[in-house]
């Protein structure tokens, strides 16, 4: 019993949300908000590709998280049952999206472009700066073509550095399935990219890789 | 030679290998020109995803304007539910215990051994962390009387399954005697019912016969209101 309680210290995500459940903790709350907006926000610009679409999605993960404290199980981790929420409402939103004809994919692409001052006014850039954060809004965009389920797996393993394991219990699908979207999702987010990748490697006189689908 | 499939290779690009394994792919890529140039594709594609950098996370409207979205009003008195969620544990077990011993009618010595001893160690547990005073202790104790709960419940369900056999046995039985008694419900339902036919035919016969009997009145109405003479 001893081992148990040290072993139980300092208090996990799955204790404030037990406590969230059972007395509708604001403490325990806001330490799991605090310690879960970042990932949360992050997944869901990654996922709708603007910042503050993100930032509105990730208010509403966690307004559905206390609505859904009751259906949280003890015995299942609290991140998988949060990323699952996110992913959920992102995958909502951007079904929402494409159903308002607002063309999804441009609509998307552009949306998320008047982010990019946001970027540029946190940081005053020096040219070398400038020419990453083109780099990375040619990303962004490829990525937003990208159908949402390989999106989804990028963004989970990639960037917030799940394992291929954990990403097989958000998905509910095999660790297998979760590898070949993976590749899946690199090879073609590689295809996307080809041309930007081709000027590079002229600048960088480097070989440029040839890509083929397995 | 035979090429790790691409799910090795995810595992390999993730860090996800054991290193012997991890050895081995980085061998097979130093002598196969196919895997060495797909994996250089997906590392490229790795490197890119590196240039989409997002700046530090926005925080939000504090949880209290999302509390107040939810149904049931936050609770000030964290402590007391606590130590009510506690015996409630230990109550749910106590329950299921009785529970369990109540429906078996020969439960394993050994079974019963263990479960008092782990409840009396719960319970003393529960004594000694009354004398503890952070709240956050008590929440560390809720949750080791629950956990406890959990593992003791579960052990009773493996207990319990093999007792499901012989229950299924039993069921079985009983049904059997339920559908003979059917059978012989059922039989004498029939006799009733020929019974009832048979009444039912003698009645008709007698009324047809009283029918045939009354004689037409001198006043009798002719349905065309003229009587042939």
Known sequence: MRNLLASLLPATDEQMMWRVKLQDDPQAFARLMARWEGPIQRLCARMTGGLHRAEDLTQTVFVRLFAGRGDWEPRARFSTFLWRIALNLCHDELRKTHRRGECSLEALVEAGAGDLDRLAAEEPPPDVQAQTRERGELVRRALLKLAPHYRAVLALRHYERLKFQEIAAVLDIPEGTVKSRMAEALTQLGRLLKPLNENQSCNRKTQTPELRVL | ?229
């Open chain 2, 1 to 229: 030679m035979t090429h790790p499939d691409t799910a090795q290779w995810m595992a390999f690009l993730y860090g996800e290998t054991p290193a012997a394994r991890r050895r081995e792919l980085d061998d097979h890529l130093a002598c196969c020109a196919d895997c060495a140039a797909q994996v250089r594709a997906w590392r490229g594609s790795q490197r890119a995803l590196d240039d989409w950098a997002l700046p530090p996370a926005r925080r939000l409207r504090g949880p209290k304007a999302i509390l107040q979205t939810g149904t049931a009003p936050a609770r000030a008195t964290a402590w007391l539910s606590l130590a009510a969620l506690k015996w409630a544990a230990a109550a749910a077990l106590a329950l299921a215990l009785a529970f369990g011993l109540g429906r078996r009618t020969a439960p394993g010595a050994r079974d019963v051994a263990e479960l008092s001893a782990s409840v009396a160690q719960l319970a003393e547990a529960v004594q000694r962390e009354h004398s503890f005073n952070s709240s956050n202790n008590f929440v560390l104790a809720t949750t080791a009387a629950a956990a406890e709960t959990l593992r003791l419940l579960s052990e009773y369900s493996t207990v319990q399954d093999s007792q499901r056999a012989a229950d299924q046995q039993n069921l079985a039985l009983a049904l059997d005697t339920l559908n003979a008694r059917l059978d012989r419900q059922h039989a004498e339902l029939e006799t009733v019912a020929v019974n009832t036919e048979d009444g039912f035919q003698l009645t008709h016969q007698n009324l047809a016969r009283l029918v045939s009997y009354s004689p037409p009145g001198p006043d009798t109405i002719h349905p065309f209101g003229s009587e042939p003479k």
